[in-house]
Each structure stands twice: as structure tokens, then as C-alpha cells.
């Protein structure tokens, strides 16, 4: 089993910057593919960014240039920079991780463990 707990979020205006964290219990982070997906309301779950557990990162092509994952194996914690933020980001971000030793997936499916979210909201 594994625990995942966002934090981080939070109202900014456009233009703006914020990084989410996402605290990973166990032993097995190393050996996980990290994921961050979003949802705003009435709209479904959508990809935004993956660190494999070679440390290789992948974005969704709307966030591609402004937001930046990584990971730190020794903390048990994925981070998602989020610079220029838009009024279209904003959604409950949510974390999500593979099972061990698999790549990078963009469907949640693909995600045995997810977080209860964070709520980023970016004003015009």
C-alpha cells in the first residue's frame, strides 16, 4: 500500500507561480513512475505530467514549457513547479503512482494509488 498526500495549492493570480508536493509513504517510491493529474469541475481527469522512476520527466503539451516535475527519492516526494499559470489550470491537481518498475502512462488507469487532491486556483 501506498499513501500519497498533496499539498501546495492555492489561489494565485495569472502570471503567477505555484509547487504542489506530494508526500509518498513505504519503500517502493524509488521504484515508482510518479504521475500529477488534474480535474476541473465538470470536466474528467486529465493528464498533466509523469517522472519515471529513472527520473525521466513527460508532459502533457499544455503544460509543456511551464511546469516542471521532479522527484526526491531521499524525501519520498514528487514536486510540480507550476510558473505562468493560467485561469485554465486551475483544478484539483492530483497525485498518483505506479506500481513498481513501470513508465511513464498518461491515462489514470495506468495508476494503482492516487492522492485526495489540491485545489489550485489561478484568477484573471
Known amino acids: 500500500q501506498v499513501q500519497l498526500a498533496e499539498s501546495g495549492g492555492g489561489l494565485v493570480q495569472a502570471g503567477g507561480s505555484l509547487r504542489l508536493s506530494c508526500a509518498a509513504s513505504?519503500?517502493?517510491?524509488?521504484?515508482?513512475?510518479m504521475g500529477w493529474f488534474r480535474q476541473a469541475p465538470g470536466a474528467e481527469r486529465e493528464f498533466v505530467a509523469a517522472?519515471?522512476?529513472?527520473?525521466?520527466?513527460y508532459y502533457a503539451d499544455a503544460v509543456k514549457g511551464r511546469f516542471t516535475i521532479s522527484r526526491d527519492n531521499a524525501k519520498n516526494t514528487v514536486y510540480l513547479t507550476m510558473n505562468s499559470l493560467k485561469p485554465e489550470d486551475t483544478a484539483v491537481y492530483y497525485c498518483?503512482?505506479?506500481?513498481?518498475?513501470?513508465?511513464?502512462?498518461?491515462?489514470?488507469?495506468?495508476?494503482?494509488?492516487w492522492g485526495q487532491g489540491t485545489q489550485v486556483t489561478v484568477s484573471s
Open positions: 513505504g519503500r517502493t517510491f524509488s521504484s515508482r513512475t
Open positions: 498518483a503512482a505506479r506500481p513498481p518498475y513501470l513508465d511513464v502512462q498518461t491515462s489514470a488507469v495506468n495508476y494503482a494509488y
Open positions: 517522472i519515471s522512476w529513472k527520473t525521466n520527466p
